[in-house]
């Protein structure tokens, strides 16, 4: 089952800070996102393992809520290199892949 | 330090013609390999995944196939490709046991592959 992500895309302007929203029907045991620049490969960003729990990445940071099936992406005081495709995913089936959502498309401009 | 590569960068390929796609990993035994295909703008398409020699799990019944000859060698083909085909694919590896957590996924630079 894919992970819903929200939005789908957002446009800030630099120093703006923004959330990205991933959320599944299924209970979740944990979220990893990544980040994958305009014609680059993803890149991992961090994995969240248990609920409440918060990491962080630069200014980036992430928490989840294993009640609610849900993870959030915080992006704080936004930098142009932030830029880019930011999907979460989800382990499934022996926890052997990840489901990723559909991806939420960030634009910082200056 | 593990290190995946893929090649090539870019293919461009006439309809029907044949498709190998190769990738390797170093600094690692026994990964879990994974092929992607993502279309312009979109997300990640599971297509492969292989948790050993041998071993291929298809995800998306297709022209597509995939063999691993070798513990750190992930191979994706076709024998003739569609204009459909056309796509950004990217090997991924994992290590292998990663528990009920799942595995961090690190992706190759892909290979942007144009079907005309």
């Known amino acids: 089952q894919q992970p819903v992500q929200s939005p789908q895309a957002v446009i800030l302007r630099e120093g703006e800070d923004a959330v990205i929203n991933c959320s599944s029907s299924k209970a979740l045991y944990s979220v990893h996102w990544y980040r994958q620049k305009h014609g680059e490969a993803p890149v991992f960003l961090m994995i969240?393992?248990?609920?409440?729990e918060q990491k962080g990445h630069e200014k980036i940071s992430a928490s989840f809520n294993e009640k609610k099936q849900q993870s959030s992406l915080y992006l704080t005081a936004s930098q142009l290199s932030y830029s880019g495709t930011y999907f979460c995913g989800t382990p499934t089936q022996g926890a052997q892949k990840l489901v990723f959502g559909q991806g939420t498309r960030l634009t910082i401009n200056p | 330090s593990q290190t995946i590569h893929q090649w090539p960068a870019t293919l461009v390929q006439p309809v029907g013609s044949p498709l190998s796609l190769e990738c390797t990993v170093e600094g690692t035994s026994n990964p879990n390999l994974y092929w992607y295909r993502q279309a312009a703008g979109r997300g990640l398409q599971l297509l492969f995944y292989?948790?050993?020699?041998?071993?291929i799990s298809s995800e998306v019944p297709q022209n597509l196939s995939a063999s691993r000859p070798q513990d750190r060698q992930f191979i994706l083909s076709s024998k003739k490709l569609l204009l459909s085909d056309s796509g950004f694919y990217l090997c991924?590896?994992?290590?292998?046991?990663?528990?009920?957590?799942?595995?961090?996924?690190?992706f190759g630079a892909g290979t942007r592959l144009s079907v005309l």
């Open positions: 991924a590896w994992s290590p292998l046991s990663g528990g009920i957590a799942g595995n961090i996924q690190y």
């Open positions: 969240l393992l248990k609920g409440g």
């Open positions: 292989s948790v050993g020699i041998g071993q």
